[in-house]
Every structure is written in C-alpha cells, then in structure tokens.
C-alpha cells in the first residue's frame, strides 16, 4: 500500500506554551520589576491571564489602575531581568523534544514564530534545543519589523522565507490570539491543550483541532 504524503511541510511554532514551560521565569521576572516600582506582585496563575498578546499588554495589566503610566518602567525591568533569568526553570514541555525530532525526520522544516520579544526567542531556543537551536530553520520573534500576532505579517513573512505555501503551512498555538493569528494568516492552526489556557477554552474559541500532548500531533498530522 502507497504511504500518504504528508501536507505539511512546514510546522510553525508559539512558544511560550506551547513549545515550553516558561511559566515560571516570566512571573519571577515581572515581580522583580514591579517590586522596584512598589507595586503589588502577581501569582503565576495571575501572570498567565496576562501574558501572550505582547510585553506590553502584560505591563500595562500588570501596573496599578491609578498608576497607568508606570508601565514603561515595568517593562524595562522585566525586559533587563528577564534577559538574564528567561531559563532559570524554563524547560520544553514533555514529548516535545521527541515530537519535534520526529517532525524533523519526516522531512519537516520547523520555525517558531512568537510574540515574544526576539533576542530572548532565540537565546531561549539556543539554550535549550542544542545545537545552538539547529532543530529550527527560523526563529522569529516581536520586533520593530512587524507587528505583533494576531497580525499575520510576522507568520507570513517567516513563510515565504522559508518558500512554503500557506497550504504546506501548519501553526501550533495555546491561546486564542495564536488561533486568529494562524486563520489570519490563511493557516490551518492546532491548538496545544496543554498550554496557558487549557484545552476547553481553545475549543470554545473556535479551536478546529486540538491535541492534549505533543506526540498527538504525529498522530493526526496526515489528517488535517
């Protein structure tokens, strides 16, 4: 029997959530920055219903409603100490590495692309995937270039760099701005259950497809 295949010739990546537990490290860095300022700190519970639409969006919910203008404050510092901390307990999510490995080996090109700020992208993919982030022929994240997601621009440049079409283009994301970011761009999207806002709201979000843990996605790759 003829194997199928596969459609997919490029897997696009989140990060934070998706790719890895960076959890942790994002709270610790923000307290640290609002604790400079005086202001009250945040659980990691508290920071998860902040973080993933931009750094900006995260500082300016984190500062105090009567102090609105603080937030470019918090930012600097969250941006200096998080650059020195990003993988204090940052980690991939289990199945992950071995997931990504197995894309690969079908002849699968991998890139990341994420809101999250760019040097700190690939400092954390270098990190953590060696070779020196080999594993992945593109690591792009936010900055002066190009918008942040849901905007399609970054995903979409990031795409044509790599001379794929939209319909060999799969994105994997954990939050609903992932979602839009991957139907704006004109990709079919899964969404990681996993994640920072769990596999109900995802689907409740208008999720097509969903998977509860990284090697799911070997399983129903050739599917979608």
């Given at each position: 029997?003829?194997?199928k295949?596969n459609?997919?010739?490029?897997?696009?990546f989140d990060?934070?959530g998706?790719?890895?537990n960076t959890?942790?490290?994002?709270?610790?860095?923000?307290?640290?920055?609002l604790?400079?300022?005086?202001?009250?700190?945040f659980?990691?519970?508290?920071?998860?219903g902040?973080i993933g639409?931009?750094?900006?969006?995260?500082?300016k919910?984190?500062?105090?409603?009567?102090?609105?203008?603080?937030?470019?404050?918090?930012?600097?510092?969250f941006?200096?100490?998080?650059?020195?901390?990003?993988?204090?307990?940052t980690?991939?999510?289990?199945?992950?590495?071995?997931?990504l490995?197995?894309?690969?080996?079908?002849?699968?090109t991998l890139?990341?692309v994420?809101?999250?700020?760019?040097?700190h992208a690939?400092?954390?993919?270098?990190?953590l995937?060696?070779?020196?982030?080999a594993?992945?022929?593109?690591v792009?994240?936010?900055?002066?270039?190009?918008?942040?997601k849901p905007?399609?621009t970054?995903l979409?440049?990031?795409?044509e760099?790599?001379?794929?079409?939209?319909?060999?283009?799969?994105?994997?994301?954990d939050?609903?701005v992932?979602?839009?970011?991957?139907?704006?761009?004109?990709?079919?999207?899964?969404g990681?259950?996993w994640?920072?806002?769990?596999?109900?709201?995802?689907?409740?979000?208008?999720?097509?497809?969903?998977?509860?843990?990284?090697l799911?996605?070997?399983?129903?790759?050739?599917?979608?």
């Open positions: 029997m003829e194997q295949t459609t997919f010739r490029l897997v696009a990060l934070d998706t790719i890895c959890l942790s490290d994002i709270a610790s860095s923000l307290n640290r920055a604790k400079k300022q005086g202001f009250p700190t659980s990691d519970d508290g920071v998860s902040i639409k931009s750094i900006v969006y995260m500082c919910h984190a500062v105090p409603a009567d102090r609105p203008e603080a937030w470019t404050d918090v930012r600097d510092g941006l200096k100490d998080y650059a020195e901390h990003l993988c204090d307990t980690v991939p999510y289990p199945e992950m590495p071995e997931m490995l197995a894309l690969k080996a079908r002849g699968i890139a990341v994420t809101n999250k700020p760019d040097p690939k400092k954390m993919i270098r990190t995937f060696p070779p020196e982030g594993l992945f022929a593109c792009q994240g936010q900055c002066a270039d190009y918008p942040v905007d399609p970054m979409n440049v990031v795409r760099r790599l001379g794929f079409s939209r319909e060999e283009t799969l994105y994997l994301g939050m609903d992932d979602l839009q970011f991957a139907k704006n761009a004109g990709l079919k999207c899964v990681c259950g994640g920072y806002r769990g596999e109900a709201f995802l689907k409740e979000s208008g999720a097509k497809h969903v998977i509860s843990h990284p799911e996605l070997l399983e129903i790759i050739d599917k979608l």
